[in-house]
């Protein structure tokens, strides 16, 4: 039984149509980590295909023990492209559902005693869950915290 190892060279040569890859070995500039190899295919239809195998270790990564080698390199690819996102400032996460005026309003409603956490709820079209988030941001705004954390 071929090892994993060889399960993923044999799915590289065919992505790569049998031809015959160069292997480039790194070592590690961190104490503790494995070198990798850079394996390249020249030539192919495509452009240029690499893969980074950590040694021989790479098999046993958990995103490959399945047969899927083109899933992990396509999460690291998009770690890699969300990483430049946020230092460009493009990635700023999930967007709040309430606007900073209307949790102010949302608050001075709460606070005056007309309408139920049901109520400001059904008002602003959202959750109860986040009618308590802005009033419980908005009360911890409110507590300056003191030296010492007491």
């Excluded at 292997?23 to 394996?39: A, C, D, W, Y």
């Excluded at 950590?54 to 998009?78: F, I, K, N, V």
């Amino acid at each position: 039984m071929a090892s994993r190892v060889e399960k993923y060279l044999a799915h590289l040569d065919r992505l790569s149509g049998g031809r015959e890859p160069r292997f480039f070995p790194v070592e590690s500039t961190k104490q503790g980590l494995r070198g990798v190899t850079e394996i390249v295919y020249d030539n192919l239809p495509d452009g240029l295909l690499t893969a980074l195998t950590y040694g021989l270790s790479l098999a046993e990564h958990p995103d490959w023990q399945h047969g899927s080698p083109e899933l992990c390199l396509l999460r690291m690819r998009t770690r890699e492209g969300m990483a430049v996102a946020r230092a460009e400032g493009k990635l700023k996460g999930k967007q709040p559902k309430l606007t900073a005026r209307q949790q102010t309003h949302l608050v001075q409603q709460h606070q005056s005693g007309e309408h139920t956490i049901a109520d400001l709820a059904e008002l602003f079209s959202v959750s109860r869950a986040t009618v308590y988030r802005v009033l419980e941001r908005h009360q911890n705004a409110a507590t300056p915290s003191t030296p010492g954390g007491q």
